[in-house]
């Protein structure tokens, strides 16, 4: 099973107690699905910088969701 899929499936058995749940990361409180959100959020972040790194230095940058990758599905 490639690794996607197994994370999804580990995603899959998070209960509502365990979504509901208070954690605390890096000195801030989340719910564990509040938490969830953050990090993709952070994903999000990152491809910005990228995005504009590559901008600032004259290389196309990729429209959003438009990546080079055709071959195989992606997620």
Known sequence: MNENLENL????TLTLATLEKEIVFT???Y???????????HHAYHLGQIDL?????????????????????LG
């Open 9 to 12: 499936e580990k995603l899959n």
């Open 27 to 29: 000195g801030r409180r």
């Open 31 to 41: 719910t564990g699905i509040g938490f969830l959100w953050s990090v993709l959020g």
């Open 53 to 73: 790194l590559m901008r600032q230095q004259d290389l196309a940058a990729p429209e959003y969701m438009e990546w080079p990758e055709t071959g195989r599905v």
